[in-house]
């Protein structure tokens, strides 16, 4: 190339945004160029506050020296090592790290890049874990109306998201079924942390098990507390019944812990929290403190037992150029670190009380008709408009960014999961500037 790269950061065309109005956006770009702690920056030099850790996932705050300065360090010493028949040791490093803090028996790990890869890899593990235990025909996934899986086919087949499957609907994987979901707000609408009623929609996979019989279904998904389908809290009992299912009929479950994981419940994980131990948990985002993309499988020892007891050769075909990539390594360390330093878990779990009484603070404010929490989530329900739905939601997220706060909103709902390093006055700020534009957009 004799020419010199030439670059113009007004032109926004090129660009195929993910998950968004492209036209809208490009016809009033909202940019952010810079973060630090609990702030970005916007193109217009503003602070906005960040309420939604990125996307559920800048858990110990933006920018933070030591896992900059990990990642630096790693980029100077060594950029990529294969991690097909060779290893690097900041990868075993990270993993038994990792393997350290898991809940129960979970001490094996595979890494990906995503949470999407991760779901579909723990799928793939799902299926063929069945395989090696001499089970072929344990085919069947289950997930559960609502749920978020990532966008892979794997995750989206297993997903419950009408909008993110009717565009690809050849695609979608033929051997899943679908729980119903467990929000309801004429039994649960305000309540604080996992509502009383709904334990009873688990016995819908008892259901599902017969109507397919038990020998055909190899795992059942679902997400611990569902975040990007709108912060659904776990009915009481309602996890333990899944579980118990699960032993029942020697189903697999997993729990996509890509939102939960590190921290979010004030908990290491949400398995922690609950205190269930599912058979295989995925993570990303926190994993890195989302500065470098990775996600990953966690596995209980007698899944990974299973392979390593077949003929002594490759034991999965699977995996990706970047499993395990040295920077993701290096900021993943840095980062539990950090979150161990910090106490950040803790930390979570002490403003959790804090948190609840904030969100809760906006019954009664127009158009809203339901608060949910738990950990630090919240939930904040909305009437739609009459014959528009999403909009009265996307006004206020409008609203909220021009008046200094990130949130995420899903249809009509809006969705809080802020730095696990929020302070108190900046939980008040969060209420307040939703609480005003809520009157807005009335
Ligand atoms: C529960 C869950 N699983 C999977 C994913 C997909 O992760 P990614 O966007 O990193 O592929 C997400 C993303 O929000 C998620 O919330």
Not at 198 to 226: N, Y
Not at 327 to 335: D, K, N, P, Q, Y
Request: charged share 20%; hydrophobic share 45%.
């Amino acid at each position: 190339m004799s020419q010199p790269l030439r670059s113009d950061p007004n032109n926004l065309e090129a660009l195929w945004m993910p998950f968004t109005a492209n036209r809208q956006f490009k016809r009033a770009p909202r940019l952010l160029v810079g973060a630090k702690d609990m702030h970005y920056t916007a193109a217009d030099g503003r602070k906005i506050l960040d309420g939604t850790a990125g996307l559920w996932c800048v858990n110990a705050g933006h920018c933070r020296e030591p896992i900059t300065a990990a990642i630096r360090e790693q980029a100077g010493r060594m950029d990529f090592a294969p991690g097909f028949q060779m290893g690097h040791p900041i990868a075993f490093e990270f993993a038994s790290r990792l393997a350290a803090i898991l809940p129960g028996d979970l001490d094996h790990v595979f890494f990906a890049n995503s949470g999407s890869e991760a779901v579909d890899t723990a799928l793939k593990i799902a299926l063929a874990y069945h395989r090696a235990v001499g089970k072929p025909e344990r085919q069947r996934l289950i997930g559960r109306v609502r749920g978020y899986h990532g966008v892979g086919f794997g995750g989206m087949s297993v997903g419950g998201i009408a909008a993110n499957r009717k565009q690809f609907g050849a695609g979608l994987l033929g051997m899943v079924d679908h729980l119903p979901h467990t929000h309801d707000l004429a039994h649960n609408a305000y309540a604080k942390g996992q509502p009383e009623w709904g334990a009873h929609l688990a016995d819908e996979l008892e259901r599902l098990v017969q109507l397919h019989d038990p020998s055909t279904i190899a795992a059942v998904i679902v997400e611990p507390l569902a975040g990007s389908t709108g912060v659904l809290v776990p009915p009481k009992g309602y996890l333990e019944r899944l579980r118990a299912i699960c032993d029942k009929h020697g189903i697999l479950l997993i729990f996509d812990e890509v939102i939960t994981g590190f921290g979010r419940l004030g908990a290491g994980f949400a398995a922690d929290y609950f205190g269930i131990v599912p058979d295989l948990m995925t993570v990303a985002k926190g994993i890195t403190n989302a500065t470098v993309p990775m996600g990953a499988v966690f596995a209980r020892k007698g899944i990974y037992e299973a392979f390593m007891n077949g003929p002594d050769g490759i034991e999965l075909f699977h995996g990706y150029t970047y499993s395990g990539h040295p920077l993701a390594a290096a900021a993943g360390l840095a980062t539990l670190e950090l979150y161990r330093q910090e106490g950040l878990f803790e930390r979570a779990a002490s403003l959790a009380d804090y948190w609840q009484s904030a969100i809760h603070s906006l019954k009664g404010v127009p158009s809203v008709i339901d608060l949910r929490n738990l950990g630090l989530v919240g939930g904040i329900e909305l009437e739609p408009r009459p014959g528009r739905p999403g909009s009265r939601a996307y006004d206020v997220f409008v609203d909220c960014f021009e008046n200094g706060l990130l949130i995420r909103v899903t249809a009509d709902i809006i969705a809080l999961s802020p730095p696990l390093i929020v302070e108190k006055n900046q939980i008040d700020q969060m209420v307040d500037t939703i609480d005003q534009a809520l009157r807005r957009a009335a």
